[in-house]
């Protein structure tokens, strides 16, 4: 049966993802990492562990990672040098990163995958933005997350941005607007603007907005309820066994 670590077991998406796996007849729980220990449904005989350094090589098979931007990096080049298959849903590794983990993976023959969104509706949004952009290359995202989201602007949005940006096939048309006040045009991520909002209320939403002569259209998803993202992060574990490289995207393993 496939033992499975929980990184980041004590927040929003680590408490989800626990009643996850506990629920999974073949996979078991068998160890939790987090700064603090919190009422969680970790199972009784699961490893506690504090800090990266504690972390017994062997303790499971599946490092399931949903902590913060800034552990991240860490968590995964420790899971591939310690025999675990990485299953990543935390946000912040740049593409830099990601090639550079992807490297270390295939150094260790180690397979996992970093998936920025597990949700289905996003990974759909990603699919059609991907080929609306060959058609219309002018094109801008709208990102709004709720008010405890730690980074800005959210790993989906980045990676929209930046597939948008590599299937253009012909340029963006320059707009004259200059920002009156800064930050009003959003952020540039390969010439894509991305705008980020962050609201209570509000889960997990995108918006891709593409304008075209006397026509736009606008692709949207949204994830009202965490419980959106875990048929993904299912198949995932699921598949792990059988990931021989260290992929990105969900996509990649649908
Ligand atoms: N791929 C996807 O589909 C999705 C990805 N996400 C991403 O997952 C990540 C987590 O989101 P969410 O659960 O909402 O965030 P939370 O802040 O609720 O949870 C993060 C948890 O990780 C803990 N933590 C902090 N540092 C470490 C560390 N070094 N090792 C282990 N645990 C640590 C935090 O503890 P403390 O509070 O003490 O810092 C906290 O309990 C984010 O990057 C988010 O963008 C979210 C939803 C879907
Ligand atoms: O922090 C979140 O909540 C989410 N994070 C991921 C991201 O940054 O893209 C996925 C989803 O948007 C929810």
Not at 72 to 97: C, M
């Amino acid at each position: 049966m496939p033992k499975v670590l929980i990184a980041g077991y004590t927040g929003a998406m680590g408490r989800y993802a626990t009643a996850l796996v506990n629920g999974m007849a073949d996979f078991e729980v068998t160890a939790g990492l987090a700064p603090y220990d919190a009422p969680t449904e970790l199972p009784a005989g699961a490893k506690r562990y504090y800090s990266l350094a504690e972390v017994e090589a062997g303790v499971a098979d599946i490092w399931l990672d949903f902590t913060v931007p800034g552990a991240v990096k860490e968590n995964v080049t420790y899971a591939l040098t310690h025999g675990f298959t990485p299953i990543v849903g935390t946000t912040g590794l740049s593409p830099a990163d990601v090639a550079e983990l992807q490297d270390l993976a295939k150094q260790n023959g180690q397979g996992g995958l970093i998936a920025p969104n597990f949700g289905m509706s996003a990974v759909l949004l990603m699919k059609f933005a991907k080929e609306a952009a060959t058609y219309f290359p002018d094109a801008e995202v709208i990102e709004m997350h709720h008010e405890d989201k730690k980074d800005a602007p959210s790993g989906t949005a980045l990676t929209t941005a930046q597939m948008i940006a590599a299937a253009r096939t012909s340029h963006p048309r320059p707009h004259s607007s200059q920002e009156s006040v800064p930050g009003a045009l959003g952020a540039q991520v390969d010439g894509v603007a991305v705008h980020a909002v962050r609201l209570p209320g509000y889960v997990a939403h995108e918006q891709v907005l593409f304008g075209g002569p006397g026509e736009a259209l606008t692709i949207r998803q949204d994830s009202f309820d965490r419980s959106s993202f875990m048929s993904g992060v299912k198949v995932a574990l699921e598949k792990a066994a059988d990931l021989n490289e260290l992929v990105f995207g969900l996509e990649t393993i649908l």
